[in-house]
């Protein structure tokens, strides 16, 4: 499974929750610049990144990995 677009699929998500990157990575507790960088696909998203972002979308790490295979 090719993950190159995750980026722009938590940006689309973060966006449908009505939050600014700003506060959405406050809420989950990672640097905003990061949570850009990811967005943007100029990083890499790291283990414990997914965590966090997945959790800010309620649902386990698998449970949002699997939402992102089934929209692709």
């Given amino acids: 499974m ?3 677009n995750i ?3 938590i940006r ?3 966006i449908k929750t009505g939050k600014s990157l700003n506060t959405f990575a406050a809420d989950i507790d990672l ?3 990061i949570l850009s960088r990811i967005e943007n ?3 890499d998203i790291k283990l414990q990144a997914l965590i966090k972002i997945a959790k800010g979308f309620e649902q386990t790490p698998a449970e949002f ?8």
């Fill in 2 to 4: 090719q993950y190159y």
């Fill in 7 to 9: 980026g722009t699929y």
């Fill in 12 to 14: 689309n998500r973060r």
């Fill in 31 to 33: 640097d905003s610049s």
């Fill in 41 to 43: 696909s100029k990083q």
């Fill in 65 to 72: 990995l699997k939402d992102f295979e089934n929209k692709i």
